[in-house]
């Protein structure tokens, strides 16, 4: 199958700025990688329907900073889990990548693979001078409405990682 032969993960256009809150989240249907290194198929509008999701977008896999940064929600996963949030990881990696990175260093939660970056695109967080997904944080609620946004995460700001918990009641 050729890339126009296949089907965009998500039907948002591309934004200039990062999404906001208020804003309707844009859905989309992305291959991920579990815990366990198993390749699924994920629709967004179904894992809404289950309730609050924490997009937790990063550069790459691997890499020392991304690293500290999934490994930091990975620590909270069971007060954000107990909280009814479920995360998911992004970028635009593979998912032969996503499997390594999940076999070393085993993620309580799924990374999605939005490999052509249309995702990304969608939610404004595109960084257009490296090619690739910005460090950043989107929680969405399970009505599919944005309720938090740090577009420029930095895992080391602990005041920045304090406000989405403090979003969700927990801080």
Request: proline fraction near 7%.
């Amino acid at each position: 199958m050729t890339a126009e032969e296949r089907e965009p993960a998500t039907t948002a256009p591309p934004r200039e700025e990062p999404i906001g809150p208020g804003e309707r989240a844009p859905l989309f249907r992305l291959p991920a990688v579990t815990t366990e290194a198993e390749q699924i198929e994920v629709s967004f509008e179904d894992v809404l329907a289950e309730g609050d999701v924490l997009l937790v977008f990063y550069q790459d896999d691997g890499m020392p900073i991304c690293t500290s940064e999934l490994k930091a929600f990975a620590q909270e996963h069971e007060t954000l889990r107990s909280a009814g949030v479920q995360v998911f990881g992004m970028n635009t990696n593979g998912l032969g990548s996503h499997a390594r990175f999940q076999e070393r260093d085993r993620f309580p939660f799924p990374l999605f693979s939005d490999f052509f970056g249309e995702v990304v695109r969608a939610y404004g967080l595109w960084d257009e001078d490296e090619r690739k997904s910005r460090r950043a944080l989107v929680l969405v609620g399970g009505d599919g409405v944005v309720r938090y946004v740090e577009p420029h995460f930095n895992p080391g700001n602990l005041a920045a990682f304090e406000a989405v918990f403090t979003e969700l009641g927990l801080a």
